[in-house]
């Protein structure tokens, strides 16, 4: 097999720096989204608010940002990726210095939940769509490298929040993220390009390689995807799923404290988190490729189901850093195989579009799921009702896949 990199650099194919760009906009999106939980008790105290209401700042961004991809996939389609992800890593920033200034709960829904919920939301989709635009056989695990920045950015920006937190005190650490993000976000989202066609590359730097072009000049219309039984079972799996899949990033550290771990142990949890995210994004990712994509996806539920129902009966910080490390890895592998699951079913002409309608389940589930253990919380003053819901969630998403599998694939066109 003959390979070929860019026109410019023989030894590195482009596509390489569409994945490393799309890396950056995860990690400073999610990143900077995922240190919610490191913010939960400054804001409880300063607004003298409930928990469940607090985590509904969490909610409507992350509505908000798996939501908007209906709206900036189809943008991306035809207007090209970057200039979406550029926006998006600006108004992410924006929202966070916003939210800094806030001085009521309200308004840190307004500038927090419609800032980074608009900019991760207009960012996120058009980036991991290029991504499967310029791979075939190493889609899987380039979508994993690509959305690995969400693991490593849990992995260092809530304890970095954490640090930033008590040395300049809520404020300006919203502040001092929100320029990250505008900053060094934008600037690498600049890399990113819609096809390989555009710089007369093929997928996965390959030299003329008919068939392989032709997987994104083909694909199915948007209507007849979302009108397929593959595009309902993935979309009830996803909403069912996400009820409880961003439960722990919003609880986990309140969680730990209740339990009496100390505050700088308990950040770290979101962390361990973010280095499984990390490993299962790699590992599992690179493994879907080998095994079935579709087989996998049924895995990571599994797995996070699993998982989740081992965090009922732990407490200590050992028993929480092994739940969060377990979970970690099956959540970064199920992000990381789902885009490459709607590239596999419906071809490439309109992957962005299809999974920004796709990422709405995601959305209800995120806006339902983490405010909901809030007030569940609240009024029980426990957290095993939510865990344990969330567990069952998953458990219904794996057997919709399981049965979705043994329906015929769509007909791409």
């Excluded at 608010?49 to 189809?74: C, D, H």
């Excluded at 609880?251 to 490993?279: E, F, K, M, Q």
């Excluded at 996806?297 to 407490?315: D, E, N, P, Q």
């Amino acid at each position: 097999m003959n390979h070929q990199a860019t026109l410019s650099n023989p030894r590195l194919f482009y596509g390489w720096f569409v994945v490393a760009a799309a890396f950056a906009v995860t990690f400073f999106g999610f990143g900077s989204a995922y240190t919610f939980s490191a913010f939960v008790e400054p804001l409880q105290r300063d607004f003298g608010a409930s928990r469940g209401s607090v985590s509904l700042v969490f909610s409507l961004a992350g509505f908000l940002y798996f939501g908007l991809g209906i709206v900036s996939g189809p943008l991306a389609d035809r207007f090209g990726s970057r200039r979406l992800a550029v926006a998006g890593m600006m108004l992410t920033g924006l929202g966070l210095a916003a939210a800094g200034a806030a001085r009521s709960l309200p308004e840190v829904y307004a500038a927090y939940g419609l800032g980074v919920g608009l900019g991760v939301g207009c960012a996120y989709v058009p980036a991991i769509g290029a991504v499967q635009r310029w791979f075939v056989r190493r889609r899987g695990f380039a979508s994993g490298l690509a959305v690995s920045g969400i693991g490593v950015g849990t992995l260092l920006m809530p304890p970095l929040a954490s640090l930033l937190i008590q040395m300049l005190g809520w404020r300006g650490a919203y502040l001092a993220l929100g320029g990250l993000a505008a900053a060094v976000g934008a600037g690498l989202a600049m890399l990113i390009e819609n096809d390989p066609r555009d710089r007369g590359l093929w997928p996965d730097g390959d030299l003329g390689q008919p068939s392989a072009s032709s997987v994104q000049q083909e694909g199915m219309s948007v209507r007849d995807a979302v009108r397929s039984r593959r595009f309902l079972g993935l979309y009830l799996s996803c909403l069912i799923c996400s009820f409880g899949v961003f439960v722990p990033f919003v609880h986990l550290v309140p969680y730990a404290r209740d339990h009496g771990v100390a505050p700088s142990s308990a950040v770290l949890l979101l962390g361990v988190i973010g280095v499984g995210s990390t490993a299962g994004r790699f590992i599992l990712g690179s493994l879907a490729d080998r095994i079935g994509r579709e087989l996998s996806l049924l895995l990571m539920f599994a797995g996070m189901a699993l998982a989740l129902a081992t965090w009922a009966i732990s407490a200590g910080v050992w028993s929480l850093a092994a739940f969060a490390f377990v979970y970690g890895v099956f959540y970064g592998g199920w992000v990381a195989v789902l885009p490459a699951v709607v590239m596999d079913y419906f071809g490439g002409r309109n992957v962005s579009s299809i999974i920004g309608v796709l990422y709405t389940s995601v959305a209800f589930g995120t806006l339902i799921g983490p405010s909901t253990a809030g007030f569940a919380f609240d009024l029980t003053h426990s957290y095993a009702l939510p865990i344990l819901v969330s567990a069952g969630t998953n458990i219904v998403a794996a057997v919709i896949v399981a049965v979705m599998a043994r329906t015929e694939l769509p007909q791409k066109v």
